[in-house]
């Protein structure tokens, strides 16, 4: 695996593939300035070498139209101030403007340029369109997990024009190391934690892992799909009966392949769908009719701090409760505790795909676990043990 360590940019050009996907106000100002903080040892290290910086991203979702709001200028001052050093701005990705920018940059320099996706091309993964790009550098460096699930123009095909001259960033070598930490080579016990609302998101990535764990705790919505396939009583909770079979399968293949599986023994259970719903505690399989799950029991939750506490390797993809309510986020919350515990006496603790990220981070324990995924996608899709192109491409030579 090439990664930028593997090069020395004194006078070279480097074209970065950065994930500047941030979020934007209401006056064009950046609102979280995460993933431009995580692209920065890479351009560091670039300029630090004596070479130069050409950054490219996109920016929402512009479908091949010009859109001034979604322009890359509204983000060049904050890159700036993220980086320390002045960054340039041209106003195209490819073509004549791009390559005399690109021709006038010294080493030390920084230029971004503007929004990939204002060229239908870029999404359709554009072979004329990746070649252009590929003007635009010496050494090609992909380091934006975030799209490396898709076979775009500047996330994959822009890398069969670099031959040898490619590799990772810190960040991208960073996402594959903590999941190969996860998958491959992770000090037993191995756990991963599964929740979310449906099973039918997440079969790919349970039947993929089952061969790499020894637990797997099943929370949150997706609970109660298995309970009822088992014959308990789910009330009202969130179900998918056509899932049942494949729930048993599991349940079946998880038994052959000696993996322990833990379900909840029981449930906050609510009389609505609202934060301010009354609620009871109920045994997982006799939840009365009118009532539905919202989060994991005490019970439940006592069960799982033992099982996290004695795993060194530990996924988290899921809350499981519904976390965006104050009052069914204790179960998320708990499960957080004990992950920060384990991982505060040596443990690994992997948190991605979706909201559990998005809980890590409102709760507090993104300090606290050892890796927080930048990739929703891209994490999901690895999890299922699918190769994702912008990785294979820097591989391939
Ligand atoms: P996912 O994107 O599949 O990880 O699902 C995350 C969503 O699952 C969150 O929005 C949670 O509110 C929701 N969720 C978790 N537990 C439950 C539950 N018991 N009932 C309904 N939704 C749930």
Redesign the pocket.
């Known amino acids: 695996m090439k990664t930028i360590d593997d090069f020395n940019f004194e006078n070279k050009k480097a074209l970065i593939r950065v994930d500047f996907n941030v979020p934007l106000d209401s006056a064009f100002n950046v609102s979280d300035t995460n993933r431009i903080q995580a692209a920065k040892p890479t351009i560091i290290k670039v300029l630090e070498d004596g070479g130069s910086a050409v950054l490219m991203s996109h920016l929402g979702r512009p479908k091949g139209q010009k859109n001034p709001d979604l322009s890359l200028t509204h983000i060049c001052t904050t890159v700036s101030d993220v980086i320390g050093v002045q960054v340039k701005f041209v106003g195209d990705s490819v073509g004549e403007t791009a390559e005399q920018a690109v021709a006038a940059l010294q080493p030390g320099e920084v230029l971004l340029l503007e929004n990939l996706r204002f060229y239908a091309e870029e999404e359709k993964g554009d072979s004329d369109f990746a070649n252009k790009l590929s003007k635009l550098g010496d050494i090609y460096v992909n380091d934006a997990f975030g799209t490396a699930h898709r076979a775009h123009a500047s996330t994959t095909i822009v890398a069969d024009f670099f031959s040898e001259n490619k590799c990772f960033g810190y960040l991208l070598a960073k996402e594959i190391a903590a999941i190969e930490k996860v998958m491959q080579t992770g000090e037993k016990p191995v756990l991963a934690i599964l929740?979310?609302?449906?099973v039918s998101?997440?079969i790919t990535i349970i039947e993929n892992i089952l061969d790499k764990v020894d637990h797997l705790i099943i929370?949150?919505?997706?609970?109660?799909t298995f309970v009822k396939a088992q014959g308990g009583a789910v009330g009202d909770?969130?179900c998918e009966d056509d899932k049942m079979d494949l729930a048993l399968s599991i349940l079946k293949q998880a038994e052959a392949k000696g993996v322990q599986v833990h379900l909840p023994v029981d449930?906050i259970a609510a009389n609505d769908?609202d934060n301010n719903a009354a609620t009871q505690t109920a045994a997982v399989d006799k939840i009365p009719d009118g009532w539905?799950?919202?989060?994991a029991g005490p019970r439940t939750l006592e069960i799982f701090r033992e099982v996290i506490l004695k795993s060194k390797t530990i996924l988290w993809?899921?809350?499981?409760?519904?976390?965006?309510?104050e009052n069914?986020a204790k179960?998320?919350i708990a499960v957080g505790n004990a992950i920060d515990e384990a991982t505060a006496t040596g443990a690994f603790s992997l948190v991605g795909?979706?909201?559990?990220v998005a809980a890590v981070k409102q709760f507090g324990f993104a300090d606290k676990v050892s890796y927080v995924s930048t990739g929703g996608g891209a994490m999901l899709e690895s999890l299922e043990g699918k190769t994702l192109p912008g990785i294979a491409a820097i591989i391939a030579s």
Do not use: C, H, R, W
């Not at 993809?317 to 309510?325: A, K, L, S, T």
């Open positions: 929740g979310g609302a449906k998101s997440k929370g949150g919505g997706m609970t109660y909770s969130i449930v769908f539905q799950g919202l989060d993809n899921g809350p499981v409760g519904v976390f965006e309510m069914f179960g998320t795909g979706g909201d559990s």
